[in-house]
């Protein structure tokens, strides 16, 4: 398996995500079932 070209490297601002709004959508948004 190769290694990623960015392996070891911080992460860019690109690859964050917005936890609180992660987590208020998690509570909000609702399925379409069926």
Do not use: E, F, W
Request: charged share 10%.
């Amino acid at each position: 398996m190769a290694n990623h070209s960015r392996a070891g490297q911080p992460a860019q601002q690109s690859d964050l995500i917005n936890v609180a709004q992660l987590t208020a959508q998690y509570y909000v948004l609702k399925p379409v079932v069926g």
